[in-house]
């Protein structure tokens, strides 16, 4: 009975994980995708990594993020505005983030 208890917990949480990484994946491709289509254009690395960054952890990227998408009039979702930081965090910043 216990070995039984202890294999149900562990699918649960192997379950859990799969789900978490599955949404990770289609998160960054939606990142990646909502980010070259409406952003590298004036955003290349070198805005990332210059000087006067505005960028200094997880919570000021969303916030960038969020406020260039507001500039830009793109009507971005809270789930768009996230999965754009996942990726540039992925990709440049490599902040701690939340699951």
């Known amino acids: 009975m216990f070995r039984r208890s202890i294999l149900a917990v ?3 949480f192997c379950g859990d994980f799969a789900a978490a990484d599955e949404r990770a994946v289609r998160d960054a491709g939606r990142g990646e995708l ?3 289509i409406h952003c590298v254009a004036c955003h290349d690395t070198q805005v ?3 000087e006067k ?3 200094k952890d997880w919570r000021s990227l969303q916030v960038e993020v969020s406020r260039w998408q507001g500039i830009s009039a793109l009507g971005w979702s809270d789930d768009d505005v996230a999965a754009v930081a996942r990726y540039l965090n992925t990709l440049h910043y490599h902040f701690p983030a939340p699951d």
Do not use: E, N, T
């Open 10 to 12: 562990l699918l649960i």
């Open 48 to 50: 990332h990594w210059r």
């Open 53 to 55: 960054k505005l960028v």
């Open 34 to 36: 909502l980010y070259s």
